[in-house]
């Protein structure tokens, strides 16, 4: 059973566009080793988002992992990641906005500061610009791959 209180939301308007996602992870500290953990699941939340499952979504999936990723390597210290499950709306989700909002929800969580996130920011606010659904974010290169 997914926690609500787990939830974190990034929605914004930018140049006409909507950007949005939800993120439901439980991050803790740990002593070892960075983990992500993928326990997708299943996410019931209204009728117009995707409820996402432990088969597909695979570049989605991809996009928030390489976010968490991301978030995690500018830590000193070491983190688990449980992705229980995320929400988005076909037209206004994507990878790259996924991992975003992932990297949101691990920098509110742990007060981590990353010094370039505004151009994070910047790189993902382009990645609906061209209308290709299944580009894979690298956030440390601020470019795509495309997931054939």
Not at 22 to 51: Q, R
Not at 106 to 115: A, G
Request: glycine fraction near 6%; charge should be negative.
């Amino acid at each position: 059973m997914i926690n609500p209180d787990l939830n974190f939301r990034w929605r914004t308007i930018k140049n006409g566009l909507l950007h949005f996602a939800i993120v439901n992870l439980h991050i803790e500290k740990n002593e070892t080793a960075n983990e992500i953990i993928e326990d997708y699941s299943g996410y019931k939340y209204s009728n117009d988002l995707m409820d996402v499952r432990h088969q597909g979504f695979n570049t989605w999936k991809t996009g928030l992992r390489n976010g968490l990723e991301f978030a995690l390597s500018h830590s000193s210290d070491f983190w688990t990641i449980r992705i229980n499950g995320f929400c988005a709306s076909y037209l206004d989700t994507n990878a790259t906005i996924l991992g975003y909002t992932g990297i949101l929800a691990f920098t509110k969580e742990t007060d981590i500061v990353i010094s370039n996130l505004q151009e994070v920011e910047s790189f993902v606010f382009r990645s609906l610009n061209d209308g290709i659904m299944n580009k894979i974010p690298n956030f440390n290169e601020l470019t795509f791959t495309i997931d054939v």
